[in-house]
């Protein structure tokens, strides 16, 4: 097992990265009161939450559980509140804990929860996707949608703890696996050549589920989002990096509709049209624009979206949260593996590399 720190001063808190991790010893310390809310949905706890109440209540702590409907449609007000709900008819207080048991959908909502039920209690996270594993269970963004957009109600509300198992990536849809690497590959895209050396000789194995190299790949993601939500932990400055590829991505989902594209899939054409554009301007070489190209689809994930009328692609990027004075910031590579926030490109250029990477209409 590894571990690694979000250094947040009297907040600070471990990441514990392996497989077969023991719940039991390694909450223990991070659970001030008695009262435990599992937060969970329905394709999750069959498989993982007899585990988890049997390590609380081996504790001795009052255990309850709230399980949800799977799925994003379903992280709304609506389904939230019915955590609200469970925590209430369970009777908890203001030193209980909730537990996210999930993917990145079940950690936004149960920490959205924790963030407001008797104006903030404890957070744990137990991230059970590779996506939430390497990025939404760590800096504390949690949240939900609401009709007119996505991710819009939150808050920043950081966990006591982290517990990242391989073993339970086992069981993850191939799709989802996939997605996740996609958030994997943007850490070395934006912040770290090396890594993607490291990735383009070890890709194979991370499809192919091997739980050592997942565990070395989530280490080396986390300790990039890390760090970076150590320096600019509420998004003032560099945090804003890890959106790489996410603007256009977004656009992609939208068009889309919200589920018929995975985040990650949407992610990784978005992190090929910021590597397109970056080229266009002169920033990065052809052969970089082709290595992005090509450890995206060596991870399964597409390099180019459905044809996207531009007047409604751009529509959707203006609805971006880096949007700023109304003018779009674009987060780009000044180099491989080195990402900028920048508002400075031609848009013309902006729109050439967003068709290059479409299908023909
Ligand atoms: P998800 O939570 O929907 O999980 C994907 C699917 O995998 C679901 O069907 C889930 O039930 C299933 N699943 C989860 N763990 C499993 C397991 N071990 N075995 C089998 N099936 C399993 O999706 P996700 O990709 O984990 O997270 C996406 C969400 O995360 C989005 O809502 C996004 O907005 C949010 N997000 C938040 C942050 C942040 O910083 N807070 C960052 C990135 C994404
Ligand atoms: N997923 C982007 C962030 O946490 O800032």
Request: charged share 20%.
């Amino acid at each position: 097992m590894q571990t690694l720190h979000v250094e947040l001063g009297d907040r600070r808190y471990p990441i514990f990265i392996g497989s077969d991790l023991n719940p039991r010893n390694l909450l223990e310390p991070y659970i001030h009161g008695q009262q435990v809310m599992i937060v969970s949905n329905t394709t999750v706890a069959p498989l993982y939450l007899t585990t988890y109440v049997a390590a609380l209540e081996a504790l001795g702590k009052k255990v309850a559980t709230c399980i949800l409907p799977d799925g994003e449609k379903y992280k709304n007000i609506e389904y939230l509140n019915l955590i609200f709900d469970a925590l209430l008819e369970a009777g908890f207080n203001r030193d209980a804990t909730v537990l996210a048991l999930g993917g990145g959908v079940i950690g936004d909502m149960a920490g959205f929860a924790s963030a407001c039920f008797q104006r903030g209690v404890y957070f744990i996270q137990v991230p059970t996707t590779l996506l939430s594993q390497v990025d939404s269970s760590v800096g504390g963004k949690t949240g939900i949608n609401h009709p007119l957009g996505k991710n819009m109600i939150g808050a920043f509300q950081q966990p006591q703890v982290v517990l990242a198992d391989m073993a339970q990536l086992v069981t993850l849809p191939t799709r989802e696996l996939s997605a996740g690497l996609a958030e994997v590959i943007k850490y070395a895209l934006l912040g770290d050549v090396d890594f993607l050396d490291w990735l383009e000789r070890h890709i194979d194995d991370l499809v192919g589920r091997d739980p050592e190299r997942l565990a070395e790949a989530v280490y080396r993601s986390c300790a990039h989002k890390a760090r970076i939500v150590a320096s600019d932990e509420k998004e003032q400055g560099e945090r804003a990096l890890l959106n790489l590829g996410h603007t256009f991505g977004h656009a992609i989902e939208s068009y889309m509709g919200y589920g018929v594209w995975l985040h990650g899939e949407a992610v990784a054409v978005g992190m090929v049209m910021a590597a397109d554009l970056s080229q266009r301007l002169g920033w990065i070489s052809m052969d970089d624009l082709e290595r992005t190209k090509k450890i995206i689809q060596r991870a399964h994930l597409p390099v180019k979206c459905p044809a996207i009328p531009l007047d409604e692609f751009l529509g959707f990027m203006a609805h971006d949260k880096k949007v700023l004075n109304g003018q779009l910031r674009l987060v780009l590579m000044s180099t491989l593996g080195k990402a900028i926030i920048t508002k400075d490109f031609d848009v013309e250029l902006m729109k050439q590399a967003i068709l290059a990477n479409q299908e023909k209409a």
